[in-house]
């Protein structure tokens, strides 16, 4: 059997939770809290779980503060686990470096959950299907976007934008408080780094590169 605490404000929600795991015979709560608080004092009154499954937000101590209490105490040996709406990658990689083994969003299946859940019991670490998906993806595709091959200084850019938006070099000087000269100055230098032949080259590879809109 495996011993959970569930931690969530929302009592419907919180009693969803518990119906799906017990239903199954493997999981059994032994304790309810609505706030990081209450999971700490209820394992300080003897409730030691295999799991604790909290949501990361919540009222008073939140999520990502009971993590890192747990890690830093004598019951660093339960496994975090969150279940939750928030799905960035920011508040994911908080999450792990809290000390959590697991991170759910709320749209979990329920054979995912029981399955995660088995898999973080026994010593490992998981994130739900669909966030580990969208993480792959963000990552292969910045593995697969070539970097731009030349580096334009701030000014150059600004002036690349400008010059993008049809302003003339007489313009553009009156506009960044410069000569004439120095803008037509940067506008070569520009098109000596990108290697191309004018101004609607350069606009051309600016954009291809991502370096203006």
Do not use: W
């Amino acid at each position: 059997m495996i011993n959970v605490l569930l931690a969530e404000d929302h009592q419907i929600v919180r009693n969803g939770i518990k119906n799906v795991l017990e239903a199954g015979g493997v999981f059994r709560i032994i304790g309810e809290a609505s706030t990081g608080t209450e999971v700490l004092k209820l394992i300080n009154e003897g409730a030691y779980p295999d799991i604790v499954l909290a949501d990361m937000n919540m009222p008073g101590m939140n999520g990502i503060e009971l993590a890192e209490n747990l890690k830093q105490s004598a019951y660093q040996n339960i496994k975090m686990v969150f279940l939750t709406m928030f799905d960035s990658e920011n508040y994911l990689l908080d999450a792990f470096k809290s000390g959590a083994r697991g991170y759910l969003l709320k749209n979990i299946s329920t054979d995912e959950l029981l399955f995660a859940l088995t898999h973080i019991y026994h010593n490992n670490q998981y994130i739900c299907s669909d966030l580990a998906v969208r993480i792959f993806h963000l990552v292969y595709d910045r593995m697969m976007t070539p970097e731009c091959p030349v580096d334009f200084s701030k000014r150059e850019t600004e002036v690349l934008s400008l010059i993008a938006q049809g302003y003339t070099n007489k313009e553009i000087a009156d506009k960044l408080f410069t000569s004439r000269r120095t803008v037509e100055g940067h506008r070569h230098a520009m098109i000596n780094k990108a290697n191309v032949r004018n101004s609607a080259e350069l606009i051309r590879f600016a954009v291809k590169n991502s370096l203006i809109d």
